[in-house]
């Protein structure tokens, strides 16, 4: 019913940056929020931000600081800008979608951060 794609992951050096891209399409009305998750492998999936309906964001500690989560209504898109990459956030990197009863996830876009 809401499919979402990810795209903008890659390789990048520790420091460097990255924005991923979720495009939300379908039946996108009643969303409640959207939000990012990552899971590295061997790890559990862990939400890295969020963005409510009303436009409040929260973040996980470990990224505070350093990514920005925002939204373009016209566009329906959801951005993770990542500036000051580490090797710890290596994960592949999912776009979720909440509705009232309903929770819709990307398929994942791969984030690497190494030398």
């Known amino acids: 019913q809401v499919q979402l794609v990810e795209s903008g992951g890659g390789l990048v050096q520790p420091g460097g940056s990255l924005r991923l891209s979720c495009a939300a399409s379908?039946?996108?009305?009643?969303?409640?929020?959207m939000g990012w998750y990552r899971q590295a492998p061997g790890k559990q999936r862990e939400l890295v931000a969020v963005?409510?309906?009303?436009?409040?964001?929260n973040y996980a500690d470990s990224v505070k600081g350093r990514f920005t989560i925002s939204r373009d209504n016209a566009k329906n898109t959801v951005y993770l800008q990542m500036n000051s990459l580490k090797p710890e956030d290596t994960a592949v990197y999912y776009c979720n979608a909440h509705k009232r009863l309903s929770d819709y996830w990307g398929r994942g876009t791969q984030v690497t951060v190494s030398s």
């Open positions: 963005i409510t309906s009303g436009g409040s964001t």
């Open positions: 379908g039946s996108i009305f009643s969303i409640y929020s």
